[in-house]
């Protein structure tokens, strides 16, 4: 049987200062529970060839990364029975629906499956809004392996597997709801990721991968060392994705996977893509301890944000120790109003304490804030301005202020669809690209749209001010990174795309223009 599996292609903002691509770990873990299955083969749209992936303008507000869905089915070599697409981000899905159609005009008999986190939280529409036959819902290995499996026993549309949602062959216009599959309970008895099936060498070679930051030698690779989150914060996907179950990998299982990735792809450093990876002080304890032992000689980091409940001055001398350089903290919020209206279930007072002692261990860290909630106003915005004021002086190198994306699967984008707040719509999914740009968002607050960039850009200057006051050498390091064009940090990353980015310089232009009439 030939299975085709593609990584959605990617949608940016055009304002994007900086973007972080990595290598697409979940589609490698799907095709690593099939590969026996049939013939199989992988297209990453980020990844093909020697190059590293190209940027083509697609409209005035995005552009698309890597291949485009016409490239796409360039380079596919057989005539697939089974089409499986992985899309993790809604904003894009105007792209993957084109090139879920694409697949369809052409090959007619090809069985389209999608799974990940767009498809898990916009499920019906999906399935409204393209030519799709099956949906995976939720952790994806065992489903789709029992899914190939029973079409390899000859039953073409299989319409009662636990975890999926499937077109009705009987009347297209219904779907049939299967019910959702229970969580995998022993994580070390899934079957590896698949990378031998993708092209991996060149994507590192060419300095490409999430915290590389341009920086020579250096081969990120992507690690799951967990799944899951047991908490329950409304503007996070995870519960329609994960539920609320966290399990954790053995330490001994992971740290075999890097002695893998070393050996086979040169990998300098690991990145974790958990959602919360730090919750049991007993496990990464024990997973420091065993690293610190095999002396690897590498770095990892933790760049999607952790808690820091049991991030104390032992357990970060520990992980200072195992090579770990990459500690981005997730207050969010610096109200305590906004804190409990969100459900972020954390302790101001102990993060704050936490982030001094990474300091006192000259260790890199970073802070995530979101601005505009819906319940929020001006006054809680000011209170998250102290609140960053605090963690400049607590020690916190770079800050990440982004105005709220009210994201698919969350409660928050459940809260505001109900009321009609936000409609389903091309518009809609792509501006969920602007989050991480210098581009407007829309505010699902009572504060305007451009009051709220305001808020956002005051956030940045008053932090990094404080922060360059307190501890000029900072000030010195970026001007060092910024004349060899060295990402450095989050700052002197952001500061060079907007130098290099065209389409910024050319929106500037542009606004010149108009202020002079």
């Not at 219904?174 to 991996?200: G, M």
């Not at 590389?212 to 409304?234: A, D, L, Q, V, W």
């Not at 740009?437 to 808020?455: F, G, N, P, R, V």
Request: a positive charge; glycine letters at 6%; aromatic letters at 10%.
């Amino acid at each position: 049987m030939n299975i085709l599996a593609i990584r959605s292609p990617g949608v940016i903002n055009n304002l994007t200062a900086t973007s972080s691509l990595g290598l697409p770990i979940g589609l490698a873990y799907i095709v690593g529970a099939i590969r026996d299955l049939g013939d199989i083969q992988v297209i990453d749209p980020f990844s093909i060839g020697e190059k590293a992936p190209e940027i083509s303008n697609y409209n005035k507000d995005v552009s698309i990364i890597g291949l485009t869905p016409d490239q796409i089915l360039y380079y596919v070599k057989k005539a697939p029975e089974i089409c499986l697409i992985s899309s993790m981000f809604s904003m894009d899905w105007p792209i993957t629906r084109t090139l879920i159609n694409l697949i369809k005009t052409k090959y007619p008999k090809c069985l389209i499956i999608g799974g990940g986190e767009h498809f898990s939280a916009v499920t019906e529409y999906s399935f409204i809004d393209s030519s799709i036959d099956i949906i995976v819902t939720g952790e994806g290995e065992e489903t789709i392996r029992e899914l190939i499996l029973c079409i390899n026993d000859g039953n073409k549309l299989p319409i009662n597997i636990s975890g999926t949602v499937v077109r009705n062959p009987n009347n297209k216009d219904e779907l049939i709801y299967n019910k959702p599959r229970k969580r995998i309970r022993n994580l070390d008895s899934i079957q590896k990721p698949a990378w031998d099936l993708f092209n991996v060498k060149p994507f590192l070679d060419n300095g490409v991968g999430s915290t590389s930051g341009n920086r020579k030698n250096f081969r990120p690779f992507p690690i799951i060392m967990t799944r899951g989150c047991p908490y329950e914060c409304t503007f996070c996907s995870n519960p329609d994705m994960w539920g609320r179950k966290w399990s954790t990998r053995p330490p001994s299982d992971v740290i075999n996977e890097m002695k893998e990735y070393i050996n086979e792809y040169d990998a300098t450093h690991f990145y974790s893509c958990d959602l919360t990876a730090i919750i049991k002080e007993s496990w990464i304890i024990e997973f420091c301890n065993l690293l610190i032992k095999e002396n690897l000689n590498i770095t990892w980091g933790m760049p999607t944000g952790t808690r820091s409940e049991v991030l104390n001055l032992n357990v970060l001398k520990l992980l200072k120790e195992s090579g770990c350089d990459d500690i981005d903290y997730a207050p969010e919020s610096g109200s305590n109003f906004v804190l409990k209206s969100i459900k972020k279930k954390i302790s101001k007072k102990a993060m704050l304490k936490s982030m001094k002692e990474c300091n006192k261990l000259n260790m890199k860290t970073k802070a995530n804030i979101i601005l505009g909630f819906p319940e929020e106003k001006r006054r809680h915005i000011f209170e998250t301005y102290l609140f960053a004021i605090r963690m400049a002086f607590a020690g916190i190198e770079d800050l990440a202020a982004t105005p709220l994306a009210a994201y698919p699967g969350s409660k928050i984008f459940h809260d505001l669809y109900s009321k009609g707040e936000i409609k389903y719509s091309d518009d809609y999914f792509f501006g969920l690209s602007s989050q991480g740009s210098i581009d407007l968002s829309a505010s699902y607050s009572k504060i305007s749209t451009l009051e709220l960039y305001i808020y956002k850009m005051g956030l940045f200057g008053v932090f990094y001010l404080v922060s360059f006051f307190l501890r000029p050498k900072r000030l010195w390091n970026l001007v060092n990174d910024l004349y060899h064009d060295r990402e450095g940090t989050r700052l002197s990353a952001g500061i060079l795309g907007i130098l290099k980015n065209r389409n910024i310089r050319k929106r500037k232009k542009e606004f010149q223009v108009s202020t002079h009439f």
